[in-house]
């Protein structure tokens, strides 16, 4: 605490180094505190903000409020860096810089370049820098220079064979994030890669160097570039996303062997909309390592290119595309039908196994339950879908009762045997099915068959089986099982066999 009856607190000719606040004293403009304080000839060097700041820390503007402080800091040994912008451009760029304050008569002691000037008056903002040593690549000068609010990394002539990995990093001011400029000419660097600050670059140099080929990739990520320097080096072709993120005079691509091909036609162009008096209009390219032309009037025809080979791949790849499109919307819109089709090409089942094909050690791929006493289902049965799946490969192999069933065993007996060495049971539904006491008795026993997940199937045979299916107890049956149909419908016939083998065991 200052007492108000305190006029002046002479602290000159002492060691003091820096501002501190043990107290936790804050300066408060409602009281009418008018004490002087003379640090005058102390060893006050580094100058930093917070020095400021700690007194009225909720105050924003607290350059302002440093006038009013009454403080003398005349006479020290002030080093002017760029620790100083902030305080020294807010005064100089505001009323305070004709204020009766000693702030004005202020002077550097360093560096030599400044020793001797009034910071307030005198010095050049683009003077205050500061050099950084934390993570600066060895050999290079890195500055920080706040009056362009850019990091400047000078690399020139230090052997680098590829651009640094890191950088240092600065402070900015909010919402004005800072820029990079990068200095790497006459070096080794062979490749133009991006980094993690490329996204900061806004001036980048690589002249003199052994660049060949400058891909895409060099460029992505490369926003806020306002000039690029390649010349001197031994590029024979650039990207042309280079068009896109600057105007040729702001490029730099003179002393390069550029080669005259149909993929660099793009070039003419953006050097014809550079102004006539760029000197680097007139940049050449060797064309079949004879003839030498300027870039700007180089042509499709002079070059002889012809696109056939390339007309023909874009034609490919939008027919491949559509197909993948279309295959894509028809997967979504019909994912199982998709797998039935895969299995059918591929022989791929990588979904929708089972159990049971794992665990059972079976002799029959399926049983097949259907109402024997009607003839045309009898014939069906035995005369196409049996003969087709056991013939046809991969040769499942049924059991059909009414064929396979042994004159004199138990017919019971040998069903409940027979339908538990079989991994699926298929069920074919007709409009007596359920009027057959060996239905009813075998669509029973495989209902309290173990690993039932998906070893029944059930075909409806009979358009009436669709009715059939709707009430109970057939409705609780097929709930969650597979439904197939040999039927009338064209889109049933279709998918009948297809859907019948992705079902069946895998062989």
Same mark, same amino acid.
């Given at each position: ?114 020793? +001797? ?6 010095v050049d903002l683009n003077d205050l820098i500061c050099n950084i040593t934390l993570d600066c690549p060895q050999g290079c000068l890195c500055q920080n220079k706040p009056a362009e609010n850019l990091l400047h990394v000078n690399c020139n002539s230090k052997g680098f064979t590829h651009l640094p990995s890191k950088i240092p990093k600065i402070e900015s001011p909010p919402n004005n994030q800072y820029t990079l400029k990068l200095e790497m000419n006459n070096n080794r660097i062979r490749t133009l890669t991006h980094e ?22 060099? *460029? ?27 105007? *040729? ?23 014809? *909309? ?24 180089v042509s499709e025809s002079l070059l002889n290119c012809t696109y056939d080979v390339a007309i023909g791949l874009t034609i490919g790849f939008s027919i491949l595309l559509a197909l993948v499109i279309v295959a894509v919307i028809w997967a979504k819109k019909c994912p199982y039908e998709t797998k039935v089709i895969l299995y059918r090409i591929f022989r791929y089942h990588p979904w929708d196994k089972y159990r049971v094909d794992n665990e059972l050690l079976a002799e029959h791929d399926a049983y097949v339950s259907f ?38 065993? +138990? ?97």
């Amino acid at each position: 605490y200052i007492p108000p009856a305190l006029s002046k607190f002479d602290v000159s000719y002492n060691a003091i180094v820096n501002f501190t606040n043990r107290m936790n004293w804050t300066y408060d403009l409602s009281e009418p505190y008018h004490a002087s304080v003379d640090l005058r000839n102390n060893q006050l060097r580094d100058w930093r903000d917070y020095y400021l700041q700690q007194y009225n820390p909720n105050q924003p503007e607290f350059y302002v409020d440093f006038v009013t402080y009454n403080l003398d800091i005349r006479d020290n040994p002030w080093f002017c860096d760029c620790h100083f912008y902030g305080f020294t451009s807010r005064y100089q760029n505001s009323f305070f810089k004709h204020a009766d304050t000693t702030l004005m008569e202020m002077k550097c002691d360093g560096p030599p370049n400044l020793h +001797g000037k009034a910071i307030m008056e005198d010095v050049d903002l683009n003077d205050l820098i500061c050099n950084i040593t934390l993570d600066c690549p060895q050999g290079c000068l890195c500055q920080n220079k706040p009056a362009e609010n850019l990091l400047h990394v000078n690399c020139n002539s230090k052997g680098f064979t590829h651009l640094p990995s890191k950088i240092p990093k600065i402070e900015s001011p909010p919402n004005n994030q800072y820029t990079l400029k990068l200095e790497m000419n006459n070096n080794r660097i062979r490749t133009l890669t991006h980094e993690n600050y490329t996204s900061l670059l806004s001036d980048l140099s690589l002249s003199g160097n052994q660049l060949e080929d400058v891909g895409d990739a060099a *460029f992505t990520g490369m926003t806020i570039i306002k000039h690029l320097n390649l010349e001197n080096n031994k590029l024979k072709k650039i990207s042309p996303k280079i068009q896109y993120l600057l105007k *040729f005079e702001d490029t730099s691509l003179s002393n390069n062997n550029f080669q005259c091909t149909c993929d660099m036609v793009w070039m003419k162009d953006w050097i014809n *909309f550079a102004p006539i008096d760029d000197p680097n209009r007139d940049m050449q390219c060797t064309f079949e390592n004879e003839d030498v032309y300027k870039i700007r009037e180089v042509s499709e025809s002079l070059l002889n290119c012809t696109y056939d080979v390339a007309i023909g791949l874009t034609i490919g790849f939008s027919i491949l595309l559509a197909l993948v499109i279309v295959a894509v919307i028809w997967a979504k819109k019909c994912p199982y039908e998709t797998k039935v089709i895969l299995y059918r090409i591929f022989r791929y089942h990588p979904w929708d196994k089972y159990r049971v094909d794992n665990e059972l050690l079976a002799e029959h791929d399926a049983y097949v339950s259907f109402d024997d006493s009607n003839i045309h289902i009898r014939q069906w049965v035995l005369r196409k879908f049996a003969k087709r799946l056991e013939e046809e490969k991969p040769c499942y192999k049924f059991f059909v009762p009414v064929r396979d069933l042994l004159v004199g065993d +138990g017919k019971a007996d040998s069903i409940i045997e027979n339908m538990e060495k079989s991994k699926r049971v298929i069920i074919i539904l007709s409009d007596k099915y359920d009027e057959n006491e060996w239905c009813k008795f075998e669509c029973q026993r495989a209902e309290i068959l173990e690993l039932n997940n998906g070893r029944i199937i059930f075909i409806k045979y009979h358009p009436e089986a669709d009715e059939m299916i709707e009430n109970e107890p057939w409705k609780s049956r097929v709930k969650g099982r597979k439904v197939f149909s040999p039927g009338e419908k064209k889109s049933e016939r279709r998918w009948f066999w297809g859907k019948i083998k992705y079902e069946l065991p895998v062989r």
